[in-house]
Every structure is written in structure tokens, then in C-alpha cells.
């Protein structure tokens, strides 16, 4: 394991990890469509905001996952990659608030899936 890929497992899990489900994980229950919209577009579509602006997932990831290359087969890095396309593949209708509830739920499910497999590869590589 290199240090270089270390630093970089630990700035995915928490520029992309910590945030992707930040508000949606909070919700009740009973929470509304419209609840699960704005926590989504706040996890999916502003997940890091700064003086610089506002990134989403997409492209935090994007920009992260070039850095991972040498995991290409890793099990973590491409569930990760499934997960993020199938995020991509809804943004648009998210953005709308156009989302059935089940996908919502799909949404969220996605989410948490990044955020438990960044903190797996982030752990694995740490004991290595």
C-alpha cells in the first residue's frame, strides 16, 4: 500500500463518504417525498460547498477516482462506481423533484452504499 493512495482513500471517504448521505440518513420514517428531495439534492447535488462553489457527487467522485486506478479490479472501487452511475442516472429527474419514492429510497440506498465501501477501502488500506 502506498501512502500516496492512502491520503487519497482518506479525502474520498470524507470529501465524498462523510457528505453523499449527510442528510438524508437523518430523516424520520415519516419523512415526505419532498423531505427525501431536498435531502437528496442537498447529499447528492451540493455535497461539498465552499468559496469556491458547489460540487456534487458526480464530480467529486470524478475527479477522486482517477487517483484509484491501480485498484481498478478492487471490489470496493467498482461497487463504488456502480453505485456513482447509478446516482448519475437519476440527477436530472432529482434536480426536477420528479422522483417516485422508490427511487428515492434507490437514491439513499446508493448513497450509503459509497459512503460504507470509501470507508471499507479506507480502513483496508490503513492496516495494510
Not at 470524507?14 to 419523512?31: E, N, V
Not at 451540493?46 to 481498478?72: D, M, Y
Not at 448519475?88 to 452504499?113: F, K, N, V
Amino acid at each position: 500500500m502506498s501512502k500516496p493512495l492512502l491520503a487519497w482513500a482518506t479525502q474520498a471517504k470524507h470529501d465524498l463518504g462523510k457528505y453523499i448521505a449527510f442528510q438524508s440518513r437523518w430523516l424520520p420514517p415519516t419523512a415526505t417525498n419532498l423531505d427525501w428531495h431536498k435531502a437528496l439534492r442537498a447529499d447528492l447535488l451540493e455535497t461539498r460547498k465552499g468559496p469556491k462553489g458547489t460540487e456534487g457527487a458526480v464530480e467529486i467522485w470524478q475527479t477522486l477516482c482517477v487517483h484509484f486506478e491501480s485498484l481498478k479490479g478492487d471490489a470496493d472501487i467498482q461497487a463504488v462506481h456502480s453505485a456513482m452511475a447509478r446516482i448519475q442516472s437519476q440527477l436530472s429527474e432529482l434536480e426536477e423533484g420528479s422522483l417516485a419514492d422508490e427511487a428515492l429510497e434507490g437514491l439513499a440506498q446508493d448513497a450509503r452504499e459509497v459512503a460504507s465501501h470509501l470507508s471499507a477501502l479506507h480502513k483496508r488500506l490503513r492496516e495494510a
